[in-house]
């Protein structure tokens, strides 16, 4: 609404800043801002999509939006080109818009230089920077822009905008595979079409739920739940046999682990008593209820910080980051009530596991050299 006022008053800032996730349309509020400046015929602050100028922006044929990439151009010396050009007059339109995408990613010379441009910037000029992290532009570059902040996208507005696009790419899928979509993308739109894309030339237009869910990896979420149920049972031997079945089946450990850590957030948020803030289906959170029934807080939010903190960088196949925390979880949490003591030690933990050889070794014969 800010913008389309601007744009409608003629009143058009010399310099936006458009902060949010990846995929919520920031490039693409840049080029819509480009278009919508140099439309012959503005109505509302929307352009008109008729006039020349706009149909030479959806013909891709404009030569007043220039594009740059910070993250492969982030130097001085692009930064002194783009200082050169800027002086330069629109060729057709009224203004001639720079766009920086992932501006964050620009060296201290080159924001020093930008700096310049943007305290005295020509009139016929608009910047439009698009960054993921804001907290690493300068705040005296944050300071001669208009801030944006562009939020996650809801699950409904992206299910409702892949049906779209799948009217009109002739593919059809049942609305809660669009959502599983939904899910998985985290709220952004751009993730969700690639995913939809991926599955239709993976499964064809009409894939099924279950080979969506294939698609997208979803389909150990079962055996992540049943390692829940595990842990919270305090079962160890059952907990590495599964883990243990999940590797040899082939899946990633590293997804797995990331699945198991989902749903036990889900599961904190359904104990907490804010299942509002989760798009699932109201029976799976009515089937979440009856899981954390009986099971204190404390012990969700312990398996939490005990799984979260994995780190798979070495080897994101390997079971083994997996099956310590499991041990080192259980270990702790499983106290003898009268004298506040594991249980079981880790060490005997592990000897359950691996058993220790005592089979002594015979010494190694050693031959003289003369």
Same mark, same amino acid.
């Given at each position: 609404?800010?913008?389309?006022? %601007? ?9 936006? $800043? ?10 693409? $509020? ?7 400046? +140099? ?12 006039? #020349? @100028?706009? =149909? ?9 939006? /220039? ?5 492969? +151009? ?9 200082? *050169?050009?800027?002086?330069? @007059? ?18 201290? !010379? ?33 300071? #001669?822009?208009?801030?944006? +902040? ?6 409904? !507005? ?12 002739? &593919?059809?899928? !049942?609305?809660?595979?669009? =959502? ?5 993308? @985290? ?7 690639? $995913? ?14 279950? =080979? ?7 389909? &150990?979420?079962?055996?992540?739940? =049943?390692?829940?149920?595990? /842990?919270?049972?305090?079962?160890? #031997? ?6 243990? +079945?999940?590797? *040899?089946?082939?899946?990633?450990? #590293? ?13 904190? $948020? ?8 989760? *798009?699932?289906? %109201? ?11 009986? /099971? ?26 997996? !099956? ?39 010494? &190694? ?6």
């Amino acid at each position: 609404r800010t913008i389309r006022n %601007a744009i409608s008053s003629e009143k058009v800032a010399h310099a936006y $800043m458009l902060c949010g996730p990846r995929g919520t349309g920031k490039t693409s $509020m840049g080029r819509l801002i480009a278009k919508a400046v +140099n439309c012959e015929s503005i109505d509302g602050g929307d352009s008109c999509g008729t006039c #020349r @100028s706009c =149909q030479d922006f959806n013909n891709i044929q404009t030569i007043d939006l /220039i594009e740059l990439d910070a993250a492969s +151009n982030r130097g001085i010396d692009e930064i002194r080109k783009l200082k *050169d050009r800027v002086g330069l @007059s629109p060729t057709a339109g009224k203004f001639k818009t720079y766009l920086i995408d992932e501006v964050h990613m620009l060296t201290a !010379e080159a924001y020093n230089a930008l700096l310049k441009t943007l305290e005295e910037p020509p009139p016929h000029v608009v910047f439009v920077l698009a960054t993921t992290e804001p907290h690493k532009v300068p705040a005296t570059v944050i300071s #001669r822009c208009q801030r944006f +902040n562009l939020q996650r996208i809801p699950l409904s !507005e992206i299910v409702k905008r892949l049906q779209v696009i799948g009217d009109g790419e002739k &593919i059809s899928l !049942e609305e809660l595979a669009l =959502q599983e979509i939904g899910r998985a993308s @985290s709220g952004s739109l751009r993730d969700a079409i690639n $995913m939809l894309e991926q599955i239709a030339a993976q499964h064809g237009p009409s894939a099924t739920l279950s =080979q969506v869910r294939e698609a997208l990896g979803l389909n &150990i979420d079962d055996r992540s739940k =049943q390692l829940v149920g595990f /842990i919270f049972d305090n079962d160890l #031997r059952e907990s590495l046999s599964l883990i243990s +079945n999940v590797r *040899d089946d082939g899946i990633e450990i #590293r997804h797995f682990s990331s699945q198991l850590v989902s749903f036990l957030r889900d599961l904190l $948020m359904v104990k907490t008593g804010a299942e509002t803030t989760l *798009d699932l289906p %109201a029976e799976t959170i009515q089937e979440m209820k009856g899981i954390v029934d009986g /099971i204190h807080i404390n012990d969700i939010v312990h398996a939490l910080q005990a799984f979260g903190a994995l780190d798979f960088r070495n080897d994101p196949l390997s079971s083994l980051p997996l !099956e310590l925390a499991l041990i080192s979880h259980l270990d702790s949490s499983t106290k003898d009530p009268k004298t506040d003591t594991p249980l079981f030690s880790r060490c005997a933990a592990i000897e359950r596991i691996a058993p220790i050889v005592t089979t002594p070794v015979p010494p &190694i014969p050693v031959t003289k050299i003369l």
